[in-house]
């Protein structure tokens, strides 16, 4: 399809349809690409682009949003660990990132299929422009029969490397696309009531409510090599389903059974009636860029009424951004209301608040009569 176009998901509502999915997002952890020396398991890699390639070879598009980069440095430079300082893992990172883009490239390549790699940070989703981009180079990799493989840019990144992780990367990814299925891999083959070693634990086979799993014992945070862990594959998960993308989480053993629709891991099935928007985006794929707190009139406005946000009600604003970005909007009693694209910089808005639009007018001039956030830009949360 164009770059241009806004695909829609299929929303996949039972795993048997997930052998139908036309595109499809696979994230794969580092645990399950790398052996216990922290070096790149290449069979383990093989196997899932055979798998991948068996599904391009019937006419499914596929996006790989693959770990590793650093866990694969882990082996040649001689690390027993992920690194604790960034800095030692942004060196690590661009070791790893091209262990891990030749990897995948050879294993494809023997499918005579091409791989295009994407580096990403939260950032190039957060800004609009770049947002845009983004889909675009993605859709041209698909319409020429590549195939992406897409991961944090690490080397250079340090907030993501800290806070992000490659479930919510997939998810977004997936949001971004229209993907009809996302599917996450791991080192466990599903969800359990209780972690998996403890008697008496049971698979929990299908989701349709991720908050339905309060209470369950989800267990631990992480492999020594990864940064996720069932929290952000549940919230990744959550994220795709609530934007129309089936999910299914399950071991990278059981990737061909999965998207055969056999009745392997934990699926998530796709909810309806929320259309791929830009208020979809900027709901579920964004973190705001700064925060804007309002008095109790303003965020009475713009919770009950939705109105747009004017300069007048706003009591503070938090963090450094330009105009254009998604900021958070913050009630007096801390809680985040809304999200919306502000129309001014963080330093015009610390200029302009408490300011009435005549009072701004006149004070700073003609363009500052616009609202903080025009109410077709803010989404409620």
């Excluded at 693959?66 to 990172?93: C, D, F, N, Y």
Aim: net charge neutral.
């Amino acid at each position: 399809m164009s770059a241009t176009e806004l695909r829609q998901p299929e929303r996949l509502t039972s795993r048997e349809t997930l052998a139908t999915a036309r595109r499809i997002v696979v994230k794969i952890g580092s645990s399950s690409l790398t052996d216990e020396r922290g070096r790149l398991d290449h069979l383990r890699i093989q196997q899932i682009a055979d798998t991948a390639a068996a599904l391009a070879g019937r006419g499914t598009e596929l996006v790989i949003v693959s770990s590793g980069a650093i866990a694969a440095a882990l082996g040649p430079l001689g690390m027993s660990a992920r690194p604790a300082a960034v800095e030692l893992q942004q060196a690590a990172a661009s070791v790893g990132q091209a262990l891990l883009a030749s990897a995948w490239s050879g294993a494809f390549a023997a499918h005579h299929l091409i791989t295009g790699q994407v580096l990403l940070t939260e950032s190039d989703v957060i800004r609009p422009q770049t947002y845009r981009n983004v889909r675009s180079a993605l859709e041209s990799l698909l319409d020429l029969g590549a195939v992406p493989v897409v991961n944090e840019n690490d080397t250079t990144a340090t907030h993501e490397i800290r806070f992000g992780d490659n479930d919510r990367l997939a998810a977004l990814v997936a949001q971004l696309l229209g993907a009809d299925a996302l599917i996450l891999l791991t080192d466990v083959d599903a969800l359990y009531t209780a972690p998996p070693r403890e008697p008496g634990a049971e698979r929990i086979g299908q989701v349709d409510d991720v908050a339905r799993l309060a209470g369950v014992n989800i267990g631990p945070v992480g492999s020594k090599v990864g940064t996720g862990g069932m929290v952000t594959k549940l919230s990744a998960a959550q994220l795709a389903a609530t934007t129309g993308t089936a999910a299914l989480m399950t071991s990278a053993e059981q990737f061909s059974a999965a998207i055969e629709g056999q009745d392997v891991g934990t699926f998530f099935p796709a909810h309806h009636g929320r259309r791929r928007s830009r208020l979809v985006w900027l709901r579920f794929a964004t973190r705001g860029a700064g925060s804007l707190h309002l008095d109790e009139g303003a965020a009475d406005a713009v919770r009950s009424r939705r109105r747009s946000l004017l300069a007048v009600g706003i009591s503070r604003v938090e963090g450094i951004f330009p105009a254009g970005v998604p900021v958070d909007v913050v009630a007096p009693d801390g809680a985040v209301i809304a999200r919306g694209i502000a129309s001014f910089s963080s330093d015009e808005l610390r200029v302009m608040a408490g300011l009435g639009t005549d009072e701004a007018r006149e004070q700073l001039g003609e363009r500052f009569r616009r609202p903080a956030i025009h109410r077709d830009q803010l989404v409620m949360l």
